[in-house]
């Protein structure tokens, strides 16, 4: 037997004023339209905003249902609209943020495993990085130069 060691680094900003201006006003985009959140059962509401390469952004929140789970994160209403409005452009940037109706969020949220999936789909279809920076409510924000950071052994169609 042997080990495999992974190590992943990340870059971290103090709060969202430190992050670059672009970076910046698309977090404070994710921020806004996660108060457009359907979250009546988790209380949880996540806002995203992709920065595509044709200048567009793209957002998204997190719709619940009362058949849950089939409700949908807001990475992944932003993405599959990203990829549905415009399916040649190339995904560069998401920014998400996270709040709770019930008690502060400090930390930062990273995409949940189903959106880490979904967005590595698309990285690997358009061949480049997507930077992926995220936050809680306040405080710290997390970066990632490409979603491989956060789901280093991803499952693409050349497993197919």
């Known amino acids: 037997m042997k080990q495999i060691n992974i190590t992943t680094t990340f870059s971290v900003f103090d709060n969202k004023e430190e992050l670059p201006e672009d970076v910046q006003n698309l977090m404070n985009q994710a921020i806004e339209i996660r108060k457009r959140a359907y979250a009546p059962y988790s209380k949880f509401r996540v806002g995203a ?3 595509l ?3 567009k952004v793209v957002l998204g929140s997190n ?3 009362a058949a849950y789970p089939s409700g949908l994160c807001a990475e992944r209403v932003a993405i599959f609209q990203a990829g549905a409005i415009y399916p040649d452009a190339k995904i560069l940037k998401i920014a998400i943020s996270a709040t709770s109706d019930e008690k502060p969020v400090t930390s930062p949220i990273p995409p949940c495993g189903a959106c880490r999936q979904s967005i ?3 990285e690997f279809k358009q061949n480049y990085p997507i930077e992926i920076y995220f936050m809680g409510e306040t ?3 997390y ?3 490409s979603l491989k950071n956060l789901l280093p052994f991803m499952f693409d169609k ?3």
């Open 53 to 55: 390469d044709n200048g």
């Open 158 to 160: 050349n497993f197919l």
């Open 139 to 141: 405080g710290a924000v």
């Open 143 to 145: 970066k990632s130069d």
């Open 63 to 65: 719709q619940e249902s």
């Open 49 to 51: 905003a992709i920065f």
């Open 120 to 122: 590595s789909e698309y």
